[in-house]
């Protein structure tokens, strides 16, 4: 009985739900840039996937830095080097999981799906009836929410009426059944901006709302309008929403601020990387694969990088050789240098094409980081020369 009067409840709410949801989304400004087609195949694009995960990159310590919940409790363990081992293999993986990114797909519209129309049961109740698949073990996607309405047609219920019932019978932590005023509020929502809480908005936008919503795809591109603004890109990297913005930025042809961002970082492979993926999404006959094929046999892949940083805590001082200690004091080693050199060449055709929009300020970019390499490498190979080192 109690249930019953839940639902009707619910269907009472269901002829206020549409001026609900005109109100929530009123507050904010609709994005300047939108996908203009589905961009859910080039996203899932198993080259495109590789390439933002490169570019996301593999802190372990931005990863599993210490958050705001329930539970920040640490727990210590005395392992043998062999399990020690076995939990950094664990480690990497449960950081890929972390870094798991939220995928993009088009809009989906709502459109009405009727099943059946069956006059006889016009004026059989006042309110209308939501029948929910709640069978166990459904993803939401999967279950079926039909709707008879009061003139006795049965369809299929809308989005949102789907979405509701789903977070009624299962609901997902942190999911609520209004929209948050941070993203009703316009005011509320710029201050979020402004304080750079870049994070924490897309998380949470995350859990609100579907992938495939109007409003998941207008905040995020609002986010990234705005990240692209103020330059604080760093503040993503390392969180599953950093391969997201790059992806909007290639797609809508506004890279240049977060390509001058990498090469002032010195994080040229992502460079390349994030130049490549705009000539794929937008077919410029350009071959990039050649220079990425270079390039990874140069360097290792960021889970890679990761597991010998964990490994190199193991290390005893003593058993480090001179030239560990040279590369150690440099920040880069002779594969470092080589793939620094390749990288460059192909961002300057890229600088000299016309596709770059801010040529200027990304040469004195790459002039600037030429300057710095060339006096790194000197200051190497004076090291190796003075301690006797052998070049390779």
């Known amino acids: 009985m109690y249930l019953m009067q839940q639902l009707r409840k619910l269907n009472a709410l269901q002829h206020l739900q549409p001026t609900v949801r005109q109100l929530s989304t009123a507050g904010l400004k609709t994005s300047t840039l939108q996908y203009e087609k589905d961009p859910q195949p080039q996203f899932t694009d198993a080259e495109t996937q590789n390439l933002l995960q490169s570019m996301t990159q593999l802190q372990l310590d931005k990863v599993f830095r210490k958050r705001t919940v329930a539970d920040n409790s640490t727990q210590t363990q005395f392992m043998t080097t062999a399990q020690l081992e076995k939990e950094f293999l664990l480690t990497i993986e449960k950081a890929k999981t972390l870094l798991q990114m939220p995928p993009i797909v088009k809009i989906k519209e709502d459109t009405e799906r009727i099943i059946s129309r069956d006059p006889a049961l016009k004026d059989f109740a006042s309110t209308k009836y939501v029948f929910t698949d709640i069978s166990f073990g459904l993803a939401q996607s999967q279950r079926k929410v039909v709707v008879r309405d009061v003139d006795g047609t049965l369809a299929y219920a809308s989005l949102d009426i789907t979405k509701r019932m789903n977070q009624l019978y299962f609901p997902l932590d942190g999911r609520k059944f209004y929209t948050p005023r941070m993203f009703s509020d316009e005011q509320l929502f710029q201050r979020c901006l402004e304080a750079h809480n870049y994070e924490y908005i897309l998380d ?189």
């Open 204 to 392: 949470r936008l995350t859990v609100q709302y579907e992938p495939y919503e109007l409003e998941f795809h207008n905040i995020s591109a609002k986010v990234f309008e705005h990240l692209n603004e103020s330059k604080q890109f760093d503040l993503l990297r390392s969180t599953r929403h950093f391969g997201p913005m790059a992806f909007f930025y290639a797609w809508h042809r506004c890279i240049d601020d977060l390509l001058y961002d990498m090469i002032r970082r010195d994080y040229l492979l992502n460079a390349v990387q994030l130049i490549a993926l705009s000539y794929k999404l937008h077919q410029v006959p350009v071959d990039y694969q050649q220079t990425l094929q270079k390039l990874d046999a140069l360097q290792p892949s960021p889970a890679d990088k990761a597991l010998e940083q964990l490994r190199s805590g193991l290390r005893n001082p003593q058993e480090k050789d001179i030239q560990d200690e040279i590369q150690t004091a440099i920040g880069k080693s002779e594969a470092d240098f080589q793939a620094d050199e390749i990288s460059l060449q192909f961002i300057e055709q890229y600088i000299g094409s016309e596709h770059a929009l801010k040529k200027v300020q990304l040469e004195l970019a790459v002039q600037t980081l030429k300057e710095v390499n060339l006096e790194k490498l000197q200051l190497y190979q004076g090291l190796k020369k003075a301690h006797g080192v052998q070049t390779a």
